[in-house]
């Protein structure tokens, strides 16, 4: 079943960015909510806003909806709403449930993944996965091996947290999640403009597995409530750098590419120490945030990426955040100091209007400003994001604005969507054109069509076409990408086809498929020059706790690489 939410996952619109980003953690959220679902009856607009495809616009929807007409009997009542359809419902229905009263149980979990680069030697990589729970308490074990580890036992991580109604706690070698906004992001400027989706995502302590070599922390996270609410957190690890003999690290490696294996100029690693609390306090639909944290880093370094500078070994950083809802809106708003004595904030506000929604964002950012464990803020920049809705059984109808100014260079960018989509019976049809302006220059414009027939419940094809056209080189860069899907879900087995050929004049008009990997993992594919793409993912169920998924990945550009992967899934 997993391959199949993750299919969603794609076709959800999560995806739909023209960046490649590490979905490692986002995708360790879903599987902790697919364990752990959200229940319609009793969630608030915080457990509500920790599913990604939900827009706050539609978590007021739900509310309103639960104290008009009372709980919810079935999770099709949600289609009664006006703008959910029934993409939107399979798309959240892994992550929702209704239930009458509160049970826990002792259960577990078994993964293990191996994947290979056929006919290339020492390509081999081996993943395990074990979790347990016992009523309030989760145990989990993870072990990895890649062609850059000389043992099975090279990476390993082990932790154990606990959750007792308002108390949680967590302790071992983990990522921890504190939350979303300026200081803490576990998935940084994901969501771009829209940055009051961030904020509001007040998830408390979630500690994943870390997926980097020699990543995770030793330390541990405690939340609880006295007279308010706080969460105390310490984290000891060491991150992989790409650091030269200068001492300056180009890139905090988070994508879990060993890097700094390929060559011995980028052997160095970076010891992180990070210590903090964070101190919520809810009054009616007022929240008040305080949080504060402490970074020491050895060696020193500095980073040199495209909007990212701190220099140093030691880095401070505080932030107020507060967010505010009421029966048709929410409003949210954050500040923080940087080192320096940097200070930026954003907002955001998310309006209920009669036949449409509206969301305004806004974020400004002071040339130097750097979050270590926040959003990714660009240096002397602001940014502007203005968004319209309509959902209706008519059509789908949407317009995005993004305005980014570079406060240093004088210079604004113009980045415009708009969106529109029907459904029809068995039928749904998408449509998105983006237009990029730089100044009064077209720098970029890009479209998207996707037709999608269900004419069963368990089946589906798909037909996506893509074009990017690119103004910034003489003479014009042109991209295409046309894809040919299929899914098919039965009780005992699954699966899930894709073929596409794609034809761009240069990198810089290439096309970022976003495919569902193997359980757990997810393959961005940059498709440039001229070639043919597709993949294959099988899923057996043979017994109910059992599921065994197959992928074999073929891309041929300049030559034809395969790529194989197996992936065994155990719950009792």
């Not at 930026?344 to 400004?364: C, E, R, T």
């Not at 008009?509 to 001229?530: D, F, H, K, M, S």
């Amino acid at each position: 079943m997993i391959p199949i939410i993750l299919s969603f996952l794609i076709s959800g619109g999560i995806f739909e960015t023209e960046d490649t980003r590490n979905f490692d953690i986002l995708l360790a959220g879903l599987e902790e909510l697919r364990d752990n679902p959200v229940d319609l009856n009793t969630a608030g607009f915080d457990d509500l806003s920790r599913i990604p495809y939900l827009s706050p616009n539609d978590i007021i929807k739900i509310i309103n909806h639960r104290e008009r007409f009372g709980y919810f009997n079935q999770m099709r009542e949600l289609l009664k709403i006006p703008g959910f359809n029934k993409i939107l419902l399979a798309t959240i229905e892994p992550y929702i449930t209704i239930s009458v009263r509160k049970f826990k149980i002792k259960s577990g979990s078994e993964r293990i993944r191996s994947q290979k680069t056929w006919e290339r030697n020492g390509s081999e990589e081996l993943y395990t996965a074990t979790k347990g729970w016992w009523n309030d308490y989760r145990l989990t074990l993870i072990t990895e091996q890649d062609p850059y580890e000389s043992s099975y036992l090279d990476y390993l991580c082990a932790g154990l947290t606990v959750n007792e109604d308002f108390r949680t706690f967590a302790l071992g070698k983990y990522d921890l999640d504190l939350g979303s906004g300026i200081l803490f992001s576990s998935i940084g400027s994901f969501f771009q403009g829209l940055d009051f989706q961030m904020i509001s995502h007040e998830r408390g302590v979630i500690a994943y597995s870390s997926t980097r070599e020699n990543g995770g922390l030793f330390g541990g996270a405690l939340s609880d409530s006295l007279f308010l609410k706080y969460t105390l957190f310490y984290s000891n690890q060491k991150l992989d750098g790409r650091v030269d003999s200068l001492g300056q690290a180009w890139s905090l490696d988070e994508s879990g590419e060993h890097v700094d294996s390929t060559s011995m100029a980028r052997q160095d690693r970076i010891h992180e120490e990070i210590y903090g609390y964070d101190i919520k306090y809810d009054f009616g639909g007022l929240r008040v945030s305080h949080t504060t944290y402490r970074c020491g880093y050895a060696p020193s370094f500095v980073t040199t990426d495209s909007f990212r500078r701190f220099y140093g070994d030691r880095f401070w950083m505080t932030g107020l955040n507060l967010r505010y809802t009421g029966p048709e809106y929410a409003l949210f708003g954050e500040i923080a100091r940087a080192g320096r004595n940097r200070i930026g904030g954003l907002f955001g506000f998310s309006g209920v209007f009669p036949y449409v929604d509206f969301n305004i964002a806004g974020k400004y950012f002071p040339e130097g400003f750097y979050s270590p464990k926040g959003i990714e803020a660009e240096n002397g920049r602001y940014l502007m994001n203005i968004t319209l809705a309509h959902r209706s059984k008519i059509a789908d109808l949407g317009a995005g604005l993004n305005l980014t100014d570079n406060t240093t260079e004088d210079s604004t960018r113009y980045d415009l969507k708009l969106n529109a989509g029907r459904e029809i019976g068995r039928f749904d049809l998408r449509l998105i054109l983006r237009w990029l302006f730089n100044e009064d220059v077209l720098n970029l414009t890009a479209s998207r069509a996707v037709i999608r027939v269900m004419p069963w419940d368990f089946l589906y094809v798909e037909l996506r076409l893509e074009d990017k056209n690119s103004f910034a080189t003489l003479p014009q860069a042109r991209g295409v990408f046309g894809a040919l899907e299929t899914g098919l879900d039965l009780k005992r087995w699954a699966v899930k086809i894709r073929y596409g050929l794609f034809d761009t004049d240069s990198y810089g008009t290439r096309i970022i498929a976003y495919e569902p990997g193997l359980p757990g993992t997810v393959n961005n594919r940059a498709l440039y020059n001229r070639g043919h793409y597709g993949f294959l993912l099988l899923t057996l169920k043979p017994v109910k706790p059992v599921a065994l998924n197959f992928k074999v990945i073929v891309l041929e550009r300049d030559s034809l690489t395969a790529h194989i992967g197996g992936q065994v899934d155990i719950k009792f």
